[in-house]
């Protein structure tokens, strides 16, 4: 039996210049963080022939072509199994659809796990360019690239996404002084609202390739924002990164009518009034969880408590995709 296990994330700046049809024109960057979060994936042999698959759903098929998930059938073809003889289960620590990237590290996870299945060795930016083909090229999804590489990078991590499909990854240079404060300060609170980003990224998507100068001068701001956001961390001014968080949410949710709602809008002012210096939806929007940066956790923690939201604690994870059981 095969365990691996891949981190969900938080994107800390950039998020949307990672889509092909910005960065091969553009360029994209993109900082986001890993946390202790996950997605687990186990496979192993069963006695019977087929194809064995404990999900949302259950599976048993004799073929490949006849698996009904998508990224674990497309992830089966790469393998080319002549007769499969496969059993798949996967768990969550949380459940998808909440803005955390978890497509991208159950995928990470997946392609990890089959491949040391068949005894296969894989670096971290071969898993990530292989989730992407699965999911961006081979299912024409309408989804970046940030979230297979913070899954199988881990850490705090600035991605450079360039025109020519090649990324460039390398660890944030802060202090463990600066880690501690984002693990202390950074707060994280589910709105209840769990939805499909494949809608508001395919508009983006659409909006990008028609070259709509709304859009493309929305995400040249975005791309800057990552860039600013970089060097605040770096210089360990985590203050001004919150400050920095609002006026990111605010340009984002220009993005698309879909970004946000009352009632989120209510939620993230009543977070700004109740010891929150900025923050954001994480993710494409529309759902999933409020970040905010606090100079008073206290009584943001109250002020949501009372609102109804529950909040996720968590740290950062530094490990990346990896190997649990072999």
């Known amino acids: 039996m095969i365990i691996t296990r891949s981190p969900l994330r938080i994107s800390i700046g950039g998020g949307g210049t990672d889509l092909p049809s910005y960065y091969e024109r553009h ?33 048993h098929v004799e073929n490949v072509d006849d698996v009904r998930h ?5 992830a089966l073809r790469m393998q080319h199994l002549r007769t499969p003889q496969i059993e798949i289960t996967t768990l969550a620590d949380i459940p998808s659809g909440t803005g955390l990237g978890s497509s991208g590290s159950f995928t990470t996870a997946l392609i990890k796990a089959l491949h040391a299945h068949r005894r296969r060795l894989l670096q971290p930016g071969d898993v990530a360019r292989l989730a992407c083909e699965i999911e961006i090229e081979r299912l024409q999804e309408p989804v970046g690239k940030q979230d297979q590489y913070i899954a199988a990078y881990g850490g705090i991590t600035a991605f450079d996404f360039h025109p020519d499909g090649s990324v460039s990854a390398r660890p944030l240079a802060i ?11 950074v707060l994280l609170f589910f709105t209840g609202f769990s939805r499909s980003a494949g809608s508001i ?22 791309k800057e ?7 605040l961390l770096e210089a360990g001014r985590c203050p001004e990164f919150g400050e920095l968080m609002h006026e990111h949410w605010e340009h984002k949710k220009r993005r698309s009518k879909g970004m946000s709602n009352p009632r989120i809008d209510e939620w993230y002012e009543l ?26 956790r206290k009584k943001l923690r109250q002020a949501m408590r009372q ?14 995709t990896k190997i649990l059981l072999a």
């Open 175 to 185: 202090s463990m002084e600066t880690m501690f404060d984002l693990e202390e300060n």
């Open 27 to 59: 360029g994209g960057f993109v900082i986001a963080a890993a946390i202790d979060r996950h997605v687990y994936v186990t496979v192993m042999r069963p006695f019977a022939p087929g194809v064995y698959l404990k999900y949302s759903d259950l599976e």
């Open 271 to 296: 977070g700004r009034q109740n010891g929150a210096v900025g923050g954001k939806l994480v993710g494409a929007g529309g759902g999933g969880f409020l970040m905010f940066y606090a100079d008073d």
């Open 307 to 320: 609102a109804g939201l529950e909040e996720v604690r968590f740290r950062f994870d530094f490990e990346g």
């Open 70 to 74: 998508p990224i674990i059938r497309e």
């Open 225 to 231: 924002l990552g860039i600013r956001s970089e060097r």
């Open 201 to 222: 990224l395919k508009d983006q998507q659409v909006r990008s390739l028609d070259l709509d100068p709304e859009m493309i001068d929305n995400l040249h701001f975005v």
